[in-house]
């Protein structure tokens, strides 16, 4: 019930394309939603995070879509660049308990 | 650089021995967790601080694995009689909370282990 599974566990897009990531969830008790960008080497950084409460956020190129009654819940990548080449992370968390992360999403962007 | 930080980026040791990792955090922020990450998988909990109270730790982390947050401020991770298995990254992050609904973790780039 803990878990949070994302796929694909792999992407490759055309540059200027647009990128899909899916999670989804069991705990209905998740209410924070952050997705993470890790370039080899580094540390994830946030990107962009959802509460339940709404069904979409956008910042720049980047918009998450939430289904509450499905529990799942998309990272968009619009006009997908190669420096947006990254693995993504998505994540779950529930009021002050720890923080669930997914597998991840290797993304290649093709020039 | 007033990111977290963190200290060795790279350590290798041998199977038995002990290492300590160190965690330097952003500056006022009063939660600090550890996590590890292996090859193609996401972070995992590890355990975590507020201010210099451990608060949770993961059943990933045996009696081998120790962590301490003294005067609530860097953080040491201890790992003693290695074993292979403990080879992976090992992440640590910082946050501030004011909403336990939401917590944006800042993290470092990470201390690699490797266990010969």
């Known amino acids: 019930q803990q878990q949070v599974k994302q796929s694909p566990q792999s992407l490759i897009v055309q540059k200027g394309g647009i990128s899909i990531i899916n999670c989804a969830y069991e705990n209905t008790a998740f209410d924070y939603f952050p997705w993470y960008q890790q370039f080899p080497g580094k540390g994830p950084a946030l990107l962009i995070a959802?509460?339940?409460?709404?069904s979409e956020k956008k910042e720049g190129r980047f918009t998450i879509s939430f289904n509450k009654s499905a529990k799942q819940f998309s990272l968009h990548i619009m006009d997908s660049q190669p420096g947006d080449s990254a693995t993504y992370f998505c994540?779950?968390?529930?009021?002050?308990?720890?923080?669930?992360f997914g597998a991840g999403t290797r993304l290649f962007v093709k020039a | 650089d007033t990111g977290v930080s963190q200290d060795p980026r790279h350590k290798i040791t041998k199977r038995g021995q002990n290492v300590t990792f160190r965690c330097d955090p952003i500056s006022e922020h009063n939660r600090l967790y550890w996590y590890r990450q292996t090859l193609g998988q996401g972070p995992e909990f590890l355990t975590y601080f507020q201010n210099e109270a451990q608060l949770e730790k993961s059943r990933l982390l045996s009696d081998r694995f120790s962590a301490e947050r003294p005067k609530g401020s860097f953080s040491t991770l201890e790992i003693q009689r290695t074993e292979q298995g403990d080879s992976a990254m090992y992440l640590c992050?910082?946050?501030?909370?004011?909403?336990?609904?939401?917590?944006?973790?800042?993290f470092g780039p990470g201390t690699r282990l490797t266990v010969l």
């Open positions: 959802i509460r339940p409460d709404v």
């Open positions: 992050a910082s946050s501030l909370i004011r909403d336990i609904h939401t917590d944006t973790q800042y």
């Open positions: 994540a779950a968390k529930a009021g002050g308990f720890k923080t669930i």
